[in-house]
Nanobody, 124 residues
Framework: QVRLVESGGGLVQPGGSLRLSCAASENIDSINTMGWYRQAPGKPRELVGAVDSGGITGYADSVKGRFTISRDNAKNTVYLQMNSLKPEDTAVYYC??????????????????WGQGTQVTVSS
């Protein structure tokens, strides 16, 4: 079935940058909102930001001005550019998308799909 595959996580020093990517597998009919969430140890998962099918973005207050979400519809891919990273940004980052697809002759409309998560660690 449909999968979201994330890449780009890793270890970075405070003040540094990372770029996360999330690509949807093939056979996608359409993608609505795509977004990024994160979960730090002992904390609930929180929304980082999202972009709708028209390119409109929204961000959590904690990342405004530092993080940028973009998407490439031709590649079914969403990106998260993270600048001026802080230790409190350390978390597992998850990609999320509402998308429609066909599988084994059946249509699945506006399904909520999650990626497997990628670790981002900000530390000196």
């Amino acid at each position: 079935q449909v999968r979201l595959v994330e890449s780009g996580g890793g270890l970075v020093q405070p003040g540094g940058s990372l770029r996360l990517s999330c690509a949807a597998s093939e056979n996608i009919d359409s993608i609505n909102t795509m977004g990024w969430y994160r979960q730090a140890p002992g904390k609930p998962r929180e929304l980082v930001g999202a972009v709708d099918s028209g390119g409109i973005t929204g961000y959590a207050d904690s990342v405004k001005g530092r993080f940028t979400i973009s998407r490439d519809n031709a590649k079914n891919t969403v990106y998260l550019q993270m600048n001026s990273l802080k230790p409190e940004d350390t978390a597992v980052y998850y990609c999320n998308a509402f998308l429609s697809y066909q599988f084994e002759g059946r249509y699945y409309g506006n399904q909520n799909v999650w990626g497997q998560g990628t670790q981002v660690t900000v530390s000196s």
